[in-house]
């Protein structure tokens, strides 16, 4: 059995808790008739359920600008650079509009073509200005994983394939390259950051599975194989090679790349699995393929209760449920119980600070109403009073809240009710059906 350590000893907590401390962002220009239309005309018997669907459905617009160069560029919120992992999720919502809606598509279009041509320019970057400038250079293997899984999403909701240029072709190289090269980080790769283990991070042996250097957090992981993204890049080198295969009719790099999918799935099941006499084999969190792993969670996504939600899982897998038994208990360390609120947090911020973004996610990947209606409940209960959902919030006073404005968790929760109360069907990222996993 792998030997363990405390999370919290590895936390980076937050110097400070930022409680409305930041300006909201300036507006921004885009308008969605469609979108506007249908905030304006969704009804439920809870009216704050209804303000606060239609907050966070509109709230997307408001931090999206279409560029000089034909392009969209899209904040997180209240900080001005766009974080490829956030911008994903923050659209994602659209991707219900743009089949009827040319002015979706369009406007989805100009994002994909903005994201591809980020990772031309760094592949190792996570987040970007409007000016195409690197804002922070994290290497997040999610970063790469997001923009690959987001246009599958808009190809198969649109059948559009106008997005596959050749810009997206460069990127969908680079993203191959990168992800090969850092499959053996001591080896091969030159990358380095000031906030890692002397730099490259600890010592890793060889998995098949591919090093990053961040969490979605953007915290520096402790052991460098972050078993969640390692399973969104499972699903998001599965899009890619099918882009090859069916769009650029290039079989050569759709080959390479389920050669690489099937490597690093063999990582996740020969290393990402530890047992536990309470819950059986679960998944965890990060590990260094030396025999060391932290068994955790955090909210951020990709996050080990995400699985399903990715497409990397069923939601009925038996290790996938004994990841989750734990993960929803007080055996994880970042799991979090107040008087108002219980839910996972990040060791981005103090301890009893649960994220909005992992209640959704635990609704989004609950299989009973039961369960549905009681992430919803404390969802509500968050509401500071602008009826927006924040990073994280004191869970035994909501008023207690970090960043004024992050649109992620809003996105999040407007895919959640359209897809839990108004019966959307959900949006695949990916098709994963073929995936073997180990048995016991």
Known sequence: MPRLHSVRAFALLAASLMLLAVAPPRPFSVELPSVDRAAATYENPNVHLEEMFRAALLDAGKLVQEAPDGTAYVITGDIPAEWLRDASAEVRPYLYFAK?????????????????KYIVIDPYANAFTLDYRVWEQKFELDSLSYPITLAWSYWKTTGDTSI????????????????????????DSRYTH????????????????????FRPSDDACYYNFLIPSEMFAVVALGDLAEIERKVYHNLIKANEAMALRDEVQRGIQTYGLVYLPKYGYVYAYEVDGLGHAILTDDANIPSLLSAPYMGYATPDDRYYLNTRAFLLSQDNPSYYQGTVARGIGSFHTPANWVWPLALVMEGLTATSAAEKQDVLRELLASDPGDHLLHESFDDDDPARFTRQSFGWPNALFAEFVMTALVNKPEIPMGDTSDLEFRSE
């Open 100 to 116: 009827d809606d040319p002015d979706v598509r369009r406007l989805l279009r100009g994002i994909i073509e903005r994201m591809a």
């Open 194 to 213: 000031k906030e890692l283990f002397e730099g490259k991070g600890r010592p890793v042996g060889y998995t098949g599975m591919i090093w990053t250097g």
């Open 164 to 187: 596959f240029n050749q810009d997206f072709s460069r990127a969908l190289d680079a993203v191959l390259v990168t992800m090969e090269r850092e499959q053996n980080h001591p080896r």
